[in-house]
């Protein structure tokens, strides 16, 4: 007991002295909106123009320096608005000062904002940066406020860094199915057409990974015999879609890991050929509490490690603090998987 604490102490204090790259993605955590806007997931809402910033991110210690882009994803958008976003940051006399990346948005979609450009463009120092904002514009009078449809978990920095764990990015489901963004559950009212995507892939990612995760909780079954399941959709010879369920449906709560490399083998999908990772309900009627961060695909299988009640794959020969940052590339250290610890052998 005491070599292994000894040892684990000695990763930890690695982790934290070696910190050189982050995390692929930092996905936004929504704050309360100032006094002429409100949020109830997934509806934005603002009665003014002014005093409606919604926070995005904070930072603590400069984080932003470390990402490259800014995506964020809105649908739904009234008649005549726009939406904005931006940064507050201190300036060169320790103030805290609005700057608006770039225009307005009126096209529901996809959006990016490159930050070395920002940062250029603005002359302002992303280290700086205190946190990033989400407001309206137009089409809001006192009588009819405007709204737009934006959840945390299609808002996001990326580095462009390689990700040995990669995390899920939860799609809308099919029409017999939900997502609340707010208790972060997942439910479905008929077992058919209630697939929702997790992960989509469009130049055959999938087939650098091992092993897929994912953690579900809170497992009620209203009508029927119940049970999830996930699955993939892959491109056959014949160029169409097809889907194919990994294993069993699943009916306890728990943490699932799922080899890739055997279920390619048992079931002669390519890897490669993977457009998406799909989560249902397998029967009836029922609901999960099922959450992005609790699910991955991971590079390696060889360090699986027992955390308590639960099992967890971890990537080998990597190290992450207590923030997601990547921190070791090629030591053997700590991994932070859902705020818990774990040690590769």
Known sequence: MKTRFTIAMAAFLLTIGAATAYARKLYATFGIPASSATYKSPTYTWAANTNNLMP?????????????????????????????????????????????MGGAYYSPGTKTVNLAAFASESNIDLAKVTGICFGGNGGATDSQPASVDIVARQVYLDNGDFDPLLYATFGTPANNASYDDATETYSWTLGYSNLMPVFTFANGELANYKTLSFTFSDYKVESGSGGVRIGVYHTTDGGGGTWKQMGDSFYANGTKTIDLEAFAKESGVDLAMVTSICFGGSNGAGSVTLKPSEMYIAMDTSAIHDAGSETKATAAGVAYDLHGRLTKPNAKGMVIVGGKKHFNK
């Open 56 to 100: 995005m991110f904070t930072f603590a210690n400069g984080e932003l320096a470390d990402y490259e882009t800014l995506c964020f994803t809105f649908a739904n958008i009234s008649s005549e608005a726009s939406v904005r976003v931006g940064v507050y940051y201190t300036d060169d006399n320790g103030a805290s000062t609005w700057r608006q």
